[in-house]
T-cell receptor, first 114, second 113 residues
Framework: AQSVAQPEDQVNVAEGNPLTVKCTYSVSGNPYLFWYVQYPNRGLQFLLK??????LVKGSYGFEAEFNKSQTSFHLKKPSALVSDSALYFC????????????FGKGTRLSVIA | DAGVTQSPTHLIKTRGQQVTLRCSPK?????VSWYQQALGQGPQFIFQ???????QRGNFPDRFSGHQFPNYSSELNVNALLLGDSALYLC????????????FGPGTRLTVL
């Protein structure tokens, strides 16, 4: 069965500093990986995805994520954090091939401090 | 281009009642999925509809049922509400292919008293 772990409930970072939000996954086949962001009282917004190809994926709002197959990780990164990046971040995975449901982690709350 | 829309925004029900939540997918999308997001948790997959049929189902009881209409909009019905059904219910849509990402609506906040 697929699973996702986000080991940190909360990440605090100063504005202008680099940020990393961690995610590890488990799938039976090859992974199809996503990052979503959720602002208060809003639905989830898609940030980026990895299916194949370059291990470094670039997404919306300056975010990127690095796929590491040997460590089964897909950490979200941004070189310089903004206060407006403060939100709840979810990593999600599903198996390839097939149409299995998306499985989400429990989320990591990012706080960027001015 | 309107994204995924959901109604109502908020809903308060009492135990034992029934509720219907509605979702209109993003233009051009034909597949709708429903998720339950309890407080402090990630979204949990309920089921997915494509071509007006339930194609996949998560680990939810039969009290949770749904429907997809010819215009691809969808409803989520929950019968015999329990306190534990209180959550944010998210609808997501995508265009057919398995490899397309889903777009989420703002959700319906259901409170069961």
């Amino acid at each position: 069965a697929q699973s996702v772990a986000q080991p940190e409930d909360q990440v605090n970072v100063a504005e202008g500093n680099p940020l990393t939000v961690k995610c590890t996954y488990s799938v039976s086949g090859n992974p199809y990986l996503f990052w979503y962001v959720q602002y208060p009282n809003r639905g989830l917004q898609f940030l980026l995805k990895y299916i194949t190809g370059d291990n470094l994926v670039k997404g919306s709002y300056g975010f990127e994520a690095e796929f590491n197959k040997s460590q089964t990780s897909f950490h979200l990164k941004k070189p310089s954090a903004l206060v407006s990046d403060s939100a709840l971040y979810f990593c999600a995975v599903r198996d390839i091939p097939g149409n299995t449901p998306l499985v989400f982690g429990k989320g990591t709350r990012l706080s960027v401090i001015a | 281009d309107a994204g995924v829309t959901q109604s109502p925004t908020h809903l308060i029900k009492t135990r034992g009642q029934q509720v219907t939540l509605r979702c209109s997918p993003k233009s051009g999308h034909d597949t709708v999925s429903w998720y339950q997001q309890a407080l402090g948790q990630g979204p949990q997959f309920i089921f997915q509809y494509y071509e007006e049929e339930e194609r996949q189902r998560g680990n939810f009881p039969d009290r949770f049922s749904g429907h997809q209409f010819p215009n691809y909009s969808s409803e989520l019905n929950v019968n015999a509400l329990l306190l534990g059904d209180s959550a944010l219910y998210l609808c997501a849509s995508k265009r057919g292919s398995s490899y397309n990402e889903q777009f989420f609506g703002p959700g319906t906040r259901l409170t069961v008293l």
